[in-house]
């Protein structure tokens, strides 16, 4: 099994957040040739700012994900840690942990900058 990160930033809208939960883990599928079939869970943390509505409603909604198990939770209130992210952990069977790539999208590539080559701001 392997873990595959992401992180993404949205508005504090139902549709935004809904929106960019779904960007995010359309990007990690392609990223990584994903079938949903190979997806056991979807971990979703969001920051104490995002509060409209469940990342993991839309995602399994709009990408048809009906088999994979989702969880929410709240991330940690880190001093200057960056507001309104999103994170995901996929976790797959089929592909070893050294092949992943991870997915950190615009404001939230500042996460972890080795691991992007997103550095635009969304």
Known sequence: MAAIRGAICAQNTCEDISARATELVSEIFRLNNLRADCVEAII????EDLT???PATAVRERLRLDNVAFFCVREMRVEQSLDHCLRA???VNGLAQQDVAHCYLG???RLRPDLTSDAGAK
């Open 44 to 47: 979703f943390s969001a920051t």
């Open 52 to 54: 409209a509505c469940y």
């Open 89 to 91: 952990l996929v976790l």
């Open 107 to 109: 404001k939230a590539a």
